[in-house]
């Protein structure tokens, strides 16, 4: 199953809600998931998980994984479905791989070299992975439009400016069929809140994912994957339990609509 997590601008917090997301039900239960993107600029999704500076100065580690990598071969060459792993980053072992996103620099090669692989690279982590979540670039890009397309499902990510939710009603209405909206950095407190917004704009399958300091620091400092067994069986008294219970209902709410929620290869780990 493929999931793209897409909003209509910049700056809405649409990979931090990924994280989220991908970590609490690799967590939860026993599913393989990938997480990837298809930014050309720079992307918090690889240093959520990896130090920047390791990065920085380990690009000789990375040479041989990424898109890039996979990009290439998979152009010329058929891939097994068990080889897909070897171009990911583990985050969880059997649970949580990440495929680094380009170190190319010059924007038209990765563009062109990606328009021509996407869909095999897609096709292929579909064979060996339970869940693919890719955060897509916003906006009108013609390399996340192919993906959404393929996807089973479109998580919009969206803020509560009724500004921006009425631009996603208004020129992006062929995405509504297949989508589930999360309001990203949700201030309980705002005037207007999700039950608002749903009576508004007459929306259904809208979920709230609050703003958290500590959570948005941890995926700037590489320690998200602490955060969240540290903090994923936060109680009500916990600071962090509004965060935990929106990303919980949130990511239950994507299982089911792909209808995996209640399957064996989705049961719970105790």
């Known amino acids: 199953m493929q999931v793209s997590f897409w909003s209509n601008y910049h700056q809405i917090g649409t990979t931090n809600n990924m994280i989220a997301v991908a970590l609490f039900i690799a967590l939860k239960y026993r599913l393989r998931i990938l997480v990837a993107h298809n930014h050309f600029d720079r992307s918090t999704l690889e240093s959520a998980f990896i130090d920047e500076s390791y990065m920085e100065h380990s690009l000789m580690d990375f040479s041989d994984t990424g898109i890039d990598a996979l990009s290439r071969f998979i152009k010329f060459n058929r891939i097994e479905k068990d080889e897909i792993s070897s171009y990911t980053t583990t985050v969880l072992k059997n649970?949580?791989?990440?495929?680094?996103?380009?170190?190319?620099?010059?924007?038209?090669?990765?563009?062109?070299?990606?328009?021509?692989?996407?869909?095999l690279i897609l096709q292929s982590a579909a064979l060996y992975y339970d869940l693919i979540f890719i955060d897509t670039a916003p906006g009108n890009n013609e390399i996340s439009e192919t993906i959404i397309k393929n996807s089973n499902l479109v998580v919009v990510n969206l803020c509560q400016n009724p500004n921006t939710i009425e631009n996603y009603l208004k020129d992006y209405s062929d995405y509504r069929e297949k989508s589930l909206i999360i309001l990203g950095k949700y201030d309980v407190n705002s005037r207007f809140n999700i039950k608002k917004i749903k009576k508004r704009f007459c929306l259904n399958n809208v979920y709230a994912i609050p703003y958290s300091t500590e959570f948005a620091d941890a995926c700037i400092e590489s320690r998200v994957v602490d955060f969240f067994i540290k903090n994923l069986e936060a109680d009500r008294n916990d600071i962090h339990n509004n965060f935990i219970?929106?990303?919980?209902?949130?990511?239950?709410?994507?299982?089911s609509v792909l209808g995996i929620a209640d399957t064996r290869t989705a049961r719970q780990v105790n």
Do not use: F, H, M, P
């Open 245 to 255: 219970t929106g990303v919980r209902e949130t990511a239950e709410s994507i299982l």
């Open 95 to 119: 649970r949580l791989d990440l495929l680094i996103g380009t170190r190319n620099t010059n924007r038209n090669i990765y563009q062109n070299n990606l328009k021509e692989t996407i869909r």
